[in-house]
C-alpha cells in the first residue's frame, strides 16, 4: 500500500523533499524513533531506497542486532581503515602531501624499491615493531651489499647508509601521517638511531690546473660549467636552474650569482624541466663570483645560453633545463682524465686557491 508523504507507517516515516522554487520532488527523507527512543533519519534520492533503508532498519530491531546508524558508520570506517594495507595508507600520504616534486620522486622511489616490497602487504592497523625493525635490518643489509657492488665496479664510495636513512624517513612520515588521521594510536617507527644521519661529502679541491683542464675537457656548452662551480660551490639542481638574469657580471669587480631556484632530478616522461624552490630558505642567497671567471661566462651566454632574462644559462640541446644525468656523465668522464675520484658538481666540488688561477 503506498504511503502519502508525511503519511505515519507501521514502522518509520517517509516524508517528500521538495524544491522551494520548483515544488518538485528532489529526495525523500525516511525516520524513525530507535531503540534507544532517539530519531534517527536519512535523506534518500529516490522513494524506494528509503523504503529499502526502513526494511532494513525494522529487521535489525527485530532480530536483537540493532545499532545506531551512527555507530555502524563508525565501525564500518574502522573495519575499512583495519584493511588498508600499508602500501594503501603510503599512496594516499603521498598524494595528500605538498611536496616539491624532487621530493615527491624521492617518496614515490622509496616506496616504490624499499617500502612496497618488505611492508607494502602488511594491513596498516596491524604493523608492528617488530615488523618495522626486521624491515630495517634487511633493508640495511641490502643497501650494504649494493653499495659495496658498486664500489667494486669503482662507481662509488658510500657505503649505503644514507639509502637506508631516506627510506626509513619516508616510512616514518607515512606512518606519522596514519597516527594524524586516527587509523595509528602510536607509529611503530621506533629503530633507536634510524633517523640520527649526518651526510658526509669530502670536497673535490681542484687546483688550478685541473680546474682548466676539465673546463677544456667538456663540451663547449658546458665548459664555463666548471669554473662557475668551483668558484660558487653552488649545487647541481642549482647550477643547472640558473637563468640570465640570475647573472650579475656588469661589474667585474662586483659580479655574483643570484641562486634563486633548483631543478629537480626526475626521472619520469615529460618532467624532466621542473624548477622549483631551493633545498631551504637558506639556499636563497646571492654568491660572488671572482673578476676571472666573467668573461667566461659572457662568452657562453654569447655562445650557449637561451635569449632573454628568462633564458636558461646552461639549457639542453633542445631547448629547456638540463638534465642531471647530461652533466654528472660528462663530469665523470673529464674527471678520470685528470685524476679526480667522485662527486658531480655542486656536491663539493671547491678550487683550492682561486688567486693561483689568476697569476
Known amino acids: 500500500m503506498a504511503h502519502k508523504s508525511g503519511q505515519k507507517r507501521t514502522f518509520g516515516e517517509l516524508e517528500a523533499r521538495k524544491n522551494a522554487k520548483t515544488k518538485k520532488t528532489t529526495g525523500w527523507r525516511a525516520r524513525y524513533t530507535g531503540p534507544d527512543f532517539a530519531r534517527h533519519s536519512r535523506v534518500f534520492a529516490d522513494k524506494m531506497a528509503a523504503e529499502a533503508w526502513l526494511n532494513d532498519e525494522r529487521i535489525l530491531i527485530e532480530r536483537g542486532q540493532w545499532k545506531s546508524p551512527r555507530v555502524r558508520e563508525a565501525e564500518a570506517r574502522q573495519a575499512q581503515a583495519r584493511a588498508i594495507t600499508v602500501s594503501e595508507w603510503a599512496r594516499r600520504s603521498i598524494d595528500g602531501k605538498k611536496l616539491r616534486p624532487s621530493t615527491r620522486y624521492r617518496y614515490e622511489y622509496n616506496l616504490r624499491k624499499w617500502i612496497a616490497p618488505g611492508l607494502g602487504d602488511i594491513p596498516l592497523a596491524q604493523l ?33 647508509r644514507g639509502a637506508a636513512f631516506a627510506a626509513y624517513q619516508v616510512l616514518s612520515s607515512i606512518l ?110 646571492d654568491v660572488a663570483i671572482p673578476s676571472f671567471v666573467v668573461p667566461i661566462l659572457r662568452e657562453h651566454l654569447e655562445q650557449f645560453a637561451g635569449p632573454g632574462p628568462d633564458g636558461m644559462v646552461f639549457r639542453a640541446k633542445r631547448g629547456g633545463v638540463l638534465h642531471a644525468s647530461i652533466v654528472e656523465h660528462n663530469w ?28
Request: aromatic share 4%; glycine share 8%.
Open 332 to 359: 665523470q668522464g673529464v674527471r678520470v682524465q685528470v685524476g679526480l675520484e667522485g662527486q658531480v658538481p655542486g656536491s663539493g666540488v671547491v678550487l683550492g686557491d682561486p688567486r693561483e688561477v689568476m697569476r
Open 176 to 285: 606519522n601521517d596514519a597516527v594524524d588521521h586516527e587509523l595509528l594510536d602510536a607509529t611503530p617507527t621506533k629503530v633507536k638511531g634510524a633517523l640520527r644521519y649526518e651526510a658526509v661529502h669530502d670536497p673535490v679541491v681542484l687546483t688550478p690546473e685541473q680546474m682548466w683542464q676539465m673546463t677544456e675537457l667538456m663540451p663547449g656548452y658546458l665548459a664555463a660549467l666548471v669554473p662557475l662551480a668551483a668558484v660558487t660551490g653552488l649545487r647541481n639542481g642549482e647550477l643547472r636552474a640558473l637563468q640570465r638574469r640570475h647573472l650579475n657580471l656588469d661589474d667585474p669587480m662586483r659580479a655574483s650569482v643570484s641562486v634563486r631556484g633548483s631543478a629537480s632530478n626526475l626521472k619520469q616522461a615529460g618532467r624532466y624541466n621542473e624548477i622549483g624552490e631551493p633545498k631551504t630558505k637558506a639556499s636563497k642567497r
Open 128 to 160: 608492528t615493531r617488530l615488523d618495522v625493525t626486521n624491515w630495517y635490518t634487511e633493508l640495511r643489509a641490502q643497501v650494504a651489499r649494493e653499495a659495496r657492488a658498486r664500489h667494486r665496479r669503482g662507481n662509488e664510495k658510500h657505503d649505503g
